[in-house]
């Protein structure tokens, strides 16, 4: 079974409030609506994941939606897999998943993405991030680098 986490349910929903907010405060799109019966269903039944398998069409392709909007691969384009480690040091990805990841499912695309984020062990989640953060800091308002001449 491929679960979607309720991570995801949460996010997708974030995703259409933000996209189609209410009119009324009350009244809910057509996509919220699925993604919340599914939420809640989850929560009643204490489970923290969805069989994408056996999703409510509507929710699936609200789901899915927001899915399209994500980055498909962790893919950092440095691949220690190439050269024999067992887990790419790069994404945090293991050798099958990254030899595999064409083929599989979003569901099971995104609990790759939860592990290894959980894990925040591959370097996308350390020095690439960091280097992100800095550079994101170091940009002016105008799209020049600080410091100004």
Excluded at 19 to 35: F, K
Excluded at 98 to 122: D, F, Q, Y
Aim: charged share 25%; hydrophobic share 35%; glycine share 6%.
């Amino acid at each position: 079974m491929a679960g979607i986490h309720i991570t995801d349910i949460e996010a997708a929903i974030n995703h259409w409030r933000a996209r189609q907010p209410s009119p009324d405060g009350v009244t809910l799109g057509p996509e919220l609506r699925a993604l919340a019966e599914v939420y809640a269903l989850m929560v009643y039944y204490r489970t923290d994941e969805a069989d994408e398998h056996t999703m409510p069409r509507a929710a699936w392709a609200a789901w899915k939606a927001w899915y399209d909007t994500t980055p498909d691969t962790p893919c950092i384009a440095i691949c220690s897999t190439n050269q024999g480690d067992a887990i790419c040091k790069g994404c945090g990805r293991t050798h099958d998943e990254v030899t595999h990841w064409p083929a599989m499912t979003p569901g099971e695309k995104r609990a790759v993405w939860r592990r290894i984020t959980l894990e925040a062990s591959a370097w996308r989640f350390n020095v690439y991030a960091e280097r992100a953060v800095e550079q994101q800091g170091n940009t002016a308002p105008s799209g020049r680098t600080h410091p100004d001449p």
